[in-house]
């Protein structure tokens, strides 16, 4: 009886051995390149909201306080030529169907200089959009909601529907995003400002 | 957290606005009782298997270094607390395992399970918030459940448009209730 | 061969998992919002199908009865894990896009299905006609729905603006009731199709026997 059980025992820790084998080698062959895709992503991102910048020094350390609405992830101080160009902010917050992240730059002269959403957990043709490239709130400018923000002043309104655009039959999505956007920039300008008072370079 | 729930349960319900555990949504309502059991047996097995596999991924896995066995994990320790609960119902409650029948092991096929127990993962929700989501979201698949059930008795007992007899009446239902569902997104701010 | 044929039109139409058997609803629905979401899942479902399928049927004479829930359970999830993680290395967009239904394929009816009812008990190789057949006829169907209600959801199709500017995109199909709608006249459509083929064939049966008396 008990060699039954054995036998059985023994089949099924084969095949999940076969299994776990097998994935391990499926992960290690992919493991690298999704990693990689993260950060890939993050660096392209950070060279999209400011192209004549030459340096991103990490300053995550230093950023002080915190913001409601959103979890300041990382934040880069933004340089061309030693001299500082803004900063971005990589913040994340909850959105309808899950945490989104988002990357905000802010210029020295406290504007919104982009937006890029690196990750959402919403619904595909719906609040998904917000990282969708040819999705426009602004059908005649061809603005897309991330692109809407860039040039905005931090001091302007960030109403959704009156001073933002949402995206259509997503206004819960469009209200978490805006949120999240208004913390960066204000944690951004804070930083900012906090550096110059200081006289730092 | 009470945002999360209120989202879970009504806003972003499961079955209505996300199309998950169809399956047994529209094999097990025919009769609000049978449904009403379905729907709390998925809560329990939800609840239990959140509390089991976050300490698994967070403690064991993810220290390891084995986070690719995440799904072959994830659907056995489900498999598992299912066969579990057949057991003790077929022990203790005799009469809810015969009314249950052939539906118990069903449950671990239940797509809203294994999705509550990945995206507590992948939301990096915390230990406590993710009992929260568990819960929140077998709520909601109670909620569907009952009332398609509701529905169905009032299908029965009315005049159906002859090419939407059978399946397409039920879907057509879903539709309209999901359209009802809609209106709870004015709830969060 | 021909056997092999006859087999893939089973899956492919006269017993399509959505349509006439109505398992694996649960992540067919929630991709269709846009065709190119359609066809990665179609895609991967019946890679994970053909692999469990094939997997299962060279393994089954040492596959014990008692335990072949469990191990199917591990075969199906191992695949699943593969293209989870192919998907999310070499098409990162649209993975994410599609959330957690990758995952959810372990799950899916039709795999579980078709693996205890016909995998377990058959060659390998008819298992692979069963599997295309299946995964195809899957496929197909979600990209009908997906084209539909991304058409007149959003205009495009598969991303390209294929409506002219003018036309004013109706929401309703991109969300979830209007899902729903699509796939509730799908159904209904597929019903009436089936009720003609089975006419047709009883008159043709009507019509063999007539001969054969007369």
Known sequence: MTKQYAKLGFILAAFSLVACVGLSFVYAATKDRIANQASVQLQASLKELFPEADAFKDVTADLGGSFKGATLDAAYLVERSGAPMGMAVKASGNSYGGPATLLVGVGIDRRIAGVRVLDSKDTPGLGYNAMNPSYFVDKATKKTFPGQFTGKALTDGFAVKQDVAAIAAATITSKALTGIIKASGDAAQAYLEHTSSVGGN | ?189 | MNRLWKQFKQGLIYENPLLMLMIGLCSALAVTTSVSNAIGMGLAMTFVLLCSEVMISAFRKTIPESIRMPIFIIVIAAFTTIIDYTMQAYFPALSKSMGVFIPLIVVNCIIMGRVEAFAYKQKPLICVADALGMGLGYTWVLVGIAAIRELLGNGTLAGIQVMPDSFQPILFFTLSPGGFLVFALFISLNLWLKGRMQKSAAAKAEAKNQEVAA
């Open chain 2, 1 to 189: 957290m009470m945002k999360i729930f209120i989202i879970a349960l009504l806003i972003n319900n499961v079955v209505l606005m996300r199309y998950i555990a169809l399956c047994s949504y529209i094999g097990m309502t025919g009769e609000v009782g049978q449904s009403v059991g379905m729907g709390f047996a998925v809560t329990f097995v939800t609840v239990i298997a959140t509390a089991a596999t976050w300490p698994l991924y967070h403690f064991v896995l993810v220290p390891l270094g084995l986070e690719f066995l995440k799904i072959l994990v994830f659907i056995l320790v489900i498999a598992s607390l299912v066969q579990l609960v057949e057991y003790y119902l077929k022990k203790n409650v005799p009469g809810l395992y015969a009314a249950m029948g052939i539906y118990l092991p069903l449950i671990t096929t239940n797509c809203a399970i294994l999705a509550v127990t990945f995206e507590n993962i992948s939301n990096n929700y915390s230990f406590l918030t993710s009992i929260v989501y568990s819960v929140g979201v077998s709520a909601g698949y109670l909620l569907a459940m009952i009332l398609l059930a509701g529905v169905r008795v009032r299908i029965k007992n009315s005049t159906v448009p002859k090419f939407l007899a059978g399946t397409p009446i039920l879907f057509v239902s879903t539709s309209l209730i999901a359209i009802a569902f809609m209106g709870f997104s004015g709830l969060i701010k």
